[in-house]
Antibody, heavy 124, light 111 residues
Framework: EVQLLESGGGLVQPGGSLRLSCVAS????????MSWVRQAPGKGLEWVSA????????YYAESVKGRFTISRDDSKNTLYLQMNSLRAEDTAVYYC?????????????????WGQGTLVTVSS | QSVLTQPPSVSGAPGQRVTISCTGS?????????VHWYQQLPETAPKLLIY???NRPSGVPDRFSGSKSGTSASLAITGLQAEDEADYYC???????????FGGGTKLTVL
């Protein structure tokens, strides 16, 4: 059974930093691209970032480029999101999601499994 | 404002058929990129409903179907049930943004 478990969310002041983690199980983690998708309170879904499988490519939404860094440790089956220079508009539930296409190409990504999410609140 | 446009809400009575549209443009759906659909029940994570325009993952009832034409896509739900009440999102890829894009979401109400 595929499971994705996020952690690391919490309350942080504007300009601060936070690192999210997502531990995966139930599939060969290294073979799949993984993404972070967020959802602001009462709003829709917004893709944040992706890390391809063994190709090692990273992709970012314009709204987080230069502030967020995605990484992964395949030996620990873990995906990370380092978030710096946080803003109030980054407040959201952050979901970890597994790519279902099996492709290295972001243009083919879709998400067949999602974690339960972790809430990040940016406020003074 | 989302790159993919969905109606904010749709509704239908039990047993009826409803459709949810997802309108894009030439850099995304019109460029031939696949459209995928997700269902998000209240207070839960999204769940994959349709992938690759018209494919259902194992376990998704055949009451749910997807289609795509030109710069738009649609999700159809037949035999509407109370448990279908949820938010629905379409997703594709946009070559101008070089990233994954979602629709704004549609809230389905079962009357």
């Amino acid at each position: 059974e595929v499971q994705l478990l996020e952690s690391g969310g919490g309350l942080v002041q504007p300009g601060g930093s936070l690192r999210l983690s997502c531990v995966a199980s139930g599939f060969t983690f290294s073979l799949y691209a993984m993404s972070w998708v967020r959802q602001a309170p009462g709003k829709g879904l917004e893709w944040v970032s992706a890390f391809s499988g063994s190709a090692g490519r990273t992709y970012y939404a314009e709204s987080v480029k230069g502030r967020f860094t995605i990484s992964r440790d395949d030996s620990k089956n873990t995906l990370y999101l380092q978030m710096n220079s946080l803003r109030a508009e980054d407040t959201a539930v952050y979901y970890c999601a597994k790519d279902g296409s099996g492709s290295y190409a972001a243009r083919k990504y879709y998400f067949d499994y999602w974690g339960q999410g972790t809430l990040v609140t940016v406020s003074s | 404002q989302s790159v993919l446009t969905q109606p904010p809400s749709v509704s239908g009575a039990p047993g009826q058929r409803v459709t949810i549209s997802c309108t894009g443009s030439s850099p995304n759906i019109g460029a031939g990129y696949d459209v995928h659909w997700y269902q998000q029940l209240p207070e839960t994570a999204p769940k994959l409903l349709i992938y690759g325009n018209n494919n259902r993952p194992s376990g998704v009832p055949d009451r749910f179907s997807g289609s795509k034409s030109g710069t738009s896509a649609s999700l159809a739900i037949t035999g509407l049930q109370a448990e279908d009440e949820a938010d629905y999102y379409c997703q594709s890829y946009d070559s101008t943004l070089s990233g994954v894009v979602f629709g704004g979401g549609t809230k389905l109400t079962v009357l």
